[in-house]
């Protein structure tokens, strides 16, 4: 009888395959094994036997056998696969899908090739020039450097280092691991206050507990990340694994500074921006339960962390944990998967935590601290709303006059001010005056945004760009094309008029498009090298700017038009994260809200800082709705290039839905982003009460549902945060 073991693929089929063991050898699960399939050689995962969804069996003599095994990678480790079958399982995507991002640093599975540094031996070399003299002096400490990074501190190019090496001043040596240096966990640290204490104590008093979710609970600047540390320290201390998710890696420079502070190394960061080789030597460190400390974007939940003894969720509110493409899944929530797989204590902090974890809180199912006050009693900003239509600002103008005379006077005390709209570009529409004509995206139904720094129109669902024209397209009529509405460039642009002696720095995805600029300009602004910061909501999220006084939001009403059920959640989490930044230290900060809606509850909760009953009416309303986390939500959208195929196809999915008790199913109707490149959007949504078995009624419809034919694709998105 020969011995065969299933090996499961990065790829999007339903199940693991079975393939022979060579003579000799015994696999075990969580194995990387190369194996055919069809012509192809593929890197594959052995799986263990008779869990998830299994393969019809095969015929023996048409069994293939393992080409080889890869002894020197350390294997998935048993939590790893557990996780991937239940994120599969939840998701209702394909288990290969799941350990493809699980395998997402190809150079882990090669040799690691080792890397080289430079360091300075002297003597000085016989030509001296000025360029020379600086490297001998950046390297005159004695450390190893990575050459790029010492031709960079020196300012000059590479090739200067190369002929110090060359000439015998400086020697070429393997770096060691940029993790190698140990954690320094006695190092001095802040003096929590009382309040605080009490946080840190009961999360580390609790960290034995095994599985335990606390919702760390408290006003931006309070401490939470002072108190989170002393959870990370108590689980290095015993030689565990931490894992800290952030939802915008590329932005926290200031906290990967803040770590190293702390505990005296540098953590592994985990995020797209890492290159692939440095991918491939991280993703084996933490195999090798060498790397102790991760801070990542949520795919870093996926790494194979075999000793893993705590999980922190920042921001644990930020729509940025909920991924759409391939596997759809919310980080956040699959964190706490994680955490119950592995026995292990799950921290969810912010400063606005979402609904969901509210509630969890409020049931009794997550721990709840809450932290009232900032740290030194640093108050909170005052919040104040202009009434729009009480002070418009003037013709062609964005800012009120409130607005204007509040930026004047805290410039005047040379102070920062921060500007925000969440909103790219320079005008989000525009249009031709004499016949009305509006530029509208050829493959998306949605408006083309100008974009006057890159001077194009462009699409921000497809991408799309096209210069702008002298002439109307339409009628042909010349100077008749005028932009409607503001976007943060013309925010800038106004701006500048009226304050033309102010440092201006603008902050946009789109015109900051490096991780290592944007940290260069976060710096900038941290250290006041720039009066008036104008920004999306990039400039929104976890940054720590001492100097700023003043944040003014352009347009508040902006995300509370969305047909979304967590739209006033998501705006009052946004707006009091971007007021928050105001005020962190010594200086009084102050927040000013422009909206035509002042009496919008979201509003009032922001002017009055009443945060606890504005949420006790959402999850009344969510209540009375069974919407989450009250109730469970599915989405199904069905895409193709023509829309009555579409629309066809989407009515007979809706049939096929089979009967519950407890279950609803809505629609099909018409997305409201109707076209997205080119294919007409179909939506259904399923809403289900708690009780319901929604990912088994889901399977069933599936595998009852008719055929995807032609260019026809259905998607699902279980509990979906996207609406369009
Ligand atoms: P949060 O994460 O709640 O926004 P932080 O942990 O970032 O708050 O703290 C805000 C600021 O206050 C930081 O600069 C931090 O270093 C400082 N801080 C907080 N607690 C203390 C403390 N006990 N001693 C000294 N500084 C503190
Ligand atoms: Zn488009």
């Given amino acids: 009888m020969p011995v065969t073991v299933p090996v499961l693929l990065p790829l999007a089929l339903p199940a693991p395959y079975d393939y022979l063991v060579p003579e000799g050898t015994a696999p075990e699960p969580g194995r990387f094994v190369v194996v055919p399939l069809g012509p192809v050689p593929r890197l594959g995962v052995v799986w263990p036997r008779g869990e998830g969804p299994a393969a019809p069996p095969v015929d023996s003599a048409k069994l293939r056998p393992i080409i080889e095994v890869l002894d020197n990678v350390p294997p998935l480790p048993r939590v790893s696969l557990d996780f991937a079958a239940w994120v599969a399982n939840y998701t209702l995507s394909s288990p290969g899908m799941v350990l493809r991002m699980m395998m997402s640093a190809s150079a882990a599975f090669a040799p690691l090739a080792p890397r080289y540094g430079v360091r300075s031996i002297g003597p000085p070399p016989a030509r001296m020039t000025p360029a ?68 840190a104590r009961e999360l580390v008093d609790h960290a034995s507990d095994g599985f335990t979710v606390t919702l760390l609970d408290g006003v931006t600047g309070s401490g939470k990340t002072e108190i989170y540390f002393e959870a990370i320290a108590a689980t290095l201390a015993k030689g565990k694994q931490a894992l800290v998710l952030m939802p915008e890696i590329a ?121 009232a006050q900032r740290y030194h009693n640093a108050s909170l900003p005052e919040i104040a709303a202009i009434d729009m239509r009480i002070s418009p600002p003037e013709r062609g103008s964005w800012l009120s006059p409130v607005l204007v005379e509040a930026v004047e006077q805290t410039l005047a005390r ?60 339409n009628c042909g009529a010349e100077h008749s094309l005028v932009p409607c509405g503001p976007g943060v460039e013309r925010i800038d642009e106004e701006i500048a008029a009226r304050f ?25 602004i941290e250290e006041r090298e720039a009066d008036i910061i104008i920004g999306t909501q990039l400039v929104a999220k976890g940054h720590h700017f001492p100097g700023l006084a003043l944040v003014g939001v352009i347009d508040a009403d902006l995300g509370l038009a969305h047909a979304d059920p967590r739209a006033a959640e998501r705006t009052f989490q946004l707006l009091n994260q971007v007021t928050g930044r105001a005020g962190r230290e010594a200086i009084k900060g102050r927040g000013l809200i422009q909206t035509y809606m002042p009496e919008h509850p979201v509003i009032r909760a922001l002017v009055s800082g009443d945060r606890d009953a504005f949420l006790a009416r959402e999850i009344e309303a969510r209540k009375g709705a069974i919407m989450p986390p009250f109730g469970r939500l599915a989405a199904l959208l069905v895409t193709s290039s023509v829309r009555e195929t579409a ?15 407890k279950i609803e199913v ?18 259904l949504l399923v809403k289900a009460t708690r009780e319901a078995d929604l990912q088994a ?23 979906p945060y996207s609406f369009l």
């Fill in 132 to 199: 020379r003299a600086r490297v001998i002096e950046a390297a005159s400490n004695g450390l190893t450097f990575v050459k790029s990074s010492l031709a960079e501190i020196a300012g000059v190019s590479v090739s200067v280092i190369d002929g110090l090496v060359d000439a015998g001043t400086l020697v070429t040596e393997p770096l060691p691991e940029p993790w190698a240096e140990p954690f320094d966990l006695k190092r001095e640290r802040a003096t929590l206050n009382p309040e605080q204490t009490v946080a």
């Fill in 414 to 473: 040379g102070e920062q001010v921060l500007l925000f709209l969440n909103r790219r570009g320079y005008a989000p529409v525009t249009l031709c005056r004499k016949c009305g004509f509006r530029f509208e995206c050829p493959n998306c139904s949605a408006w083309l945004v100008e974009h006057r720094f890159r001077r194009r129109l462009e699409c921000h669902h497809c991408g799309t760009f096209a210069p702008l024209p002298e002439t109307c397209p």
């Fill in 666 to 683: 809505l629609g099909p109707a018409e997305a409201p982003l109707s076209v997205i490149r080119g294919r007409y959007r179909f939506r």
């Fill in 647 to 661: 629309e066809a196809y989407a009515r007979e999915v809706a049939r096929s839905a089979p009967q519950a008790a």
């Fill in 697 to 719: 009624y889901l399977r069933l419809w599936l595998s009852q549902a008719p055929k995807t034919r032609g260019d026809l694709r259905l998607t699902v998105d279980v509990d």
């Fill in 500 to 524: 033309p002696d102010a440092r201006r720095v603008l902050l946009s995805s789109d015109l900051t498009p490096s991780v290592s600029d944007l940290r260069q300009t976060l710096r900038e």
């Fill in 251 to 371: 932005l926290t420079s200031q906290f990967l500074a803040r770590c190293e502070e702390r505990f005296g190394a540098r953590p592994a960061e985990w995020h797209s921006a890492v290159s692939g080789p440095m991918r491939g030597r991280i993703w084996r460190g933490i195999a090798e339960n060498k790397v102790k400390l991760v801070v990542g974007a949520r795919s870093a939940l996926f790494l194979p962390l075999p000793d893993l003894g705590l999980i922190v969720v920042d921001e644990e509110h930020d729509a940025g944990y909920k991924q759409e493409d391939r596997v759809s899944y919310q980080a956040r929530d699959m964190a706490v998967l994680r955490g119950s797989l592995g026995q292990i204590p799950v921290v969810l902090s912010s400063a606005t935590p979402s609904i969901e974890s509210l509630v969890n809180a409020a049931q009794g199912r997550y721990r709840h601290i809450r932290l």
